[in-house]
């Protein structure tokens, strides 16, 4: 089986830098794309690849021999309704076209809990959180293997190793680490998780309890469909 390579996008944000961490720790082959090379020491010191990009524009260059992607970009939720746009839907849109061209294995996508209910966001996350639901919507169809997390609100406490399983109906929604959604990316590419949507909060379910069973759900019904209501 061809070794693993991962394309992390969005390696400099606060989460995808954690992301980034974590596959270096598991010594797993990382390629990172950064928009700056000013940011190229940070990943050249975890032995990573390092591809320049620009979500706005083509970037399918990155994708040159990669078996799995991680999407972690997203918009600071202050930039306006044209970075959310670009970086929120248009480009994760863009980087399922080109998982599928290129047959990549997995395709994990961070996204947020509010994609389940935009329209029940609050104004300033209203579009946010829409454009989030549109490109998860869009991933789930195009026809790559896929994972989408969608935790609630992020913290940058230290890793709590536990979560809670939410959904649309969830209202309670305990504070997640940025750190337990590192892990949770990387655990999907290692246990090879696919076509499933996972929401969750923070909690006291160990996180590796959680996905092993959601990786033995998928071995035993490896042949359903992917989720269509997201």
Known sequence: MKTLK??????HGRTG?????????????LRAMLRKSAHKSEFAAMGAEIVLGDLANDFSHAFDD?????YAAGSAHDEGVHEQRAID??????????????????????????AF????????????SRMKREADAYVARRGVPFAILRP?????????GAIALA??????????????????AVQCVTLGIRDRLIAFV???QPIDIVLNTLSLQHAQHAHHAAPTSL
């Not at 991962?6 to 390696?11: E, K, P, R, S």
């Open 17 to 29: 830098r954690l992301i980034a961490a974590r596959l270096h720790e598991e010594a797993i082959s």
């Open 6 to 11: 991962v394309l992390l996008i969005g390696a």
């Open 202 to 204: 923070g909690g006291d």
């Open 152 to 160: 609630g609100p992020l913290s940058d406490e230290p890793a709590h």
């Open 89 to 114: 839907r248009d480009a994760v849109m863009r980087t399922a076209d080109y998982a599928k061209r290129r047959r990549v294995r997995q395709l994990v996508v961070v996204s947020a809990l509010s």
């Open 117 to 128: 209910y935009p329209e029940r966001s609050g104004f300033a996350f209203r579009h946010y």
């Open 66 to 70: 990669i078996t799995h992607v991680i």
């Open 167 to 184: 959904d649309a109906l969830t209202t309670h929604k305990p504070q997640v680490a940025r750190a337990d959604v590192a892990r949770i």
